[in-house]
Nanobody
Framework: QVQLVESGGGLVQAGGSLRLSCAAS????????MGWYRQAPGKQRELVAT???????IYADSVKGRFTISRDNAKNTVYLQMNSLKPEDTAVYYC?????????????WGQGTQVTVSS
């Protein structure tokens, strides 16, 4: 019933920029946290950034100052502006939605979008 649709991934040279988008649809509780995670080959999935419906944000140390997460609550859409990209940013980026409703946690993931940064 809940679906996350991602877009914006691609190939970019080091120092370049990309903007990822994730639109959520379905029965979504208005108070929630949306975020981006990434997984590089041979590594575990890691948090990149999260943002609450009240615009409180958390960033991984590796992306602070370079990435900016934002959201449009009316559209249930979260964005990730990625600047000054580095080869180590290469990974599959996944959108995440989490909320607590009716005494239970609900969590949903997008299908992932590939980001490749060349040297």
């Amino acid at each position: 019933q809940v679906q996350l649709v991602e877009s914006g991934g691609g190939l970019v040279q080091a120092g370049g920029s990309l903007r990822l988008s994730c639109a959520a649809s379905g029965s979504i509780f208005s108070i929630n946290t949306m975020g981006w995670y990434r997984q590089a080959p041979g590594k575990q999935r890691e948090l990149v950034a999260t943002i609450t419906s009240g615009d409180n944000t958390i960033y991984a140390d590796s992306v602070k100052g370079r990435f900016t997460i934002s959201r449009d609550n009316a559209k249930n859409t979260v964005y990730l502006q990625m600047n000054s990209l580095k080869p180590e940013d290469t990974a599959v980026y996944y959108c995440n939605l989490k909320y607590f409703r009716a005494f239970r946690w609900s969590e949903h993931w997008g299908q992932g979008t590939q980001v490749t940064v060349s040297s």
